[in-house]
Structures are given as structure tokens and as C-alpha cells.
Nanobody, 116 residues
Framework: QVQLVESGGGLVQPGGSLRLSCAASGRIISGSAMGWYRRAPGKERELVATITIAGGTNYADSVKGRFTISRDNVKNTVYLQMNSLKPEDTAVYYC??????????WGQGTQVTVSS
């Protein structure tokens, strides 16, 4: 059974940094396009960043230059490095996987709060 487990969220001051991790069971990451999404209070879930199987990346305009998505297929983990955090980055962050054969999966989410 495939599971995605996010970690690394927490409370950080504006301008600070956090690194989110998404660990996958079932060894699916190497065959999946991976993504990070977020849902802020009262808003729809939105795309933050994606990384293809080949390593190509894409970012929401609001996080370009501040966030970096990366993958480690050996560790079966995807990361989201978040720098220069702003209060508007406060949200629950979700990891997603779209495997070429097995379909799509979501994690449970991790809370990120940016506040002084």
C-alpha cells in the first residue's frame, strides 16, 4: 500500500526557512511526477511546485525564487525548501504523487505557520 508522509512543518517567523519532506512507502517516487500543494484557511488548494520524473521543475509565481523542490529517488523522498517565508505562505502543505502506472496519491498534510 502506498503512503505519503509529510514532515517538517511548524511555526516560523517572517523571513525564516523551513524544509518539508515527503517520504513515500511502496517505492513509487522514482516513477512519479511529484508535487507540493497548499491550502490556506478559507481558500482553495493551490499548486506550489512540481517536479517531473526527469527532474524538471515548475513553481507558482508566488513562490518563485524562494522555494525549491527536489527529489531523492534513493531515499524515496521529495523535499520542499522554503526560504524568505511570508505570512501569506501560511497553509497546510500537501505532497502528491502521480505514478505512471499506479495512479495518484496524496499525503495527510503538514501545517506551516508564518507569524511573528
Amino acid at each position: 500500500q502506498v503512503q505519503l508522509v509529510e514532515s517538517g512543518g511548524g511555526l516560523v517567523q517572517p523571513g525564516g526557512s523551513l524544509r518539508l519532506s515527503c517520504a513515500a512507502s511502496g517505492r513509487i517516487i522514482s516513477g512519479s511526477a511529484m508535487g507540493w500543494y497548499r491550502r490556506a484557511p478559507g481558500k482553495e488548494r493551490e499548486l506550489v511546485a512540481t517536479i517531473t520524473i526527469a527532474g524538471g521543475t515548475n513553481y507558482a509565481d508566488s513562490v518563485k525564487g524562494r522555494f525549491t523542490i527536489s527529489r531523492d529517488n534513493v531515499k524515496n523522498t521529495v523535499y520542499l525548501q522554503m526560504n524568505s517565508l511570508k505570512p501569506e505562505d501560511t497553509a497546510v502543505y500537501y505532497c502528491s504523487a502521480l505514478h505512471w502506472a499506479k495512479g495518484g496519491y496524496w499525503g495527510q498534510g503538514t501545517q506551516v505557520t508564518v507569524s511573528s
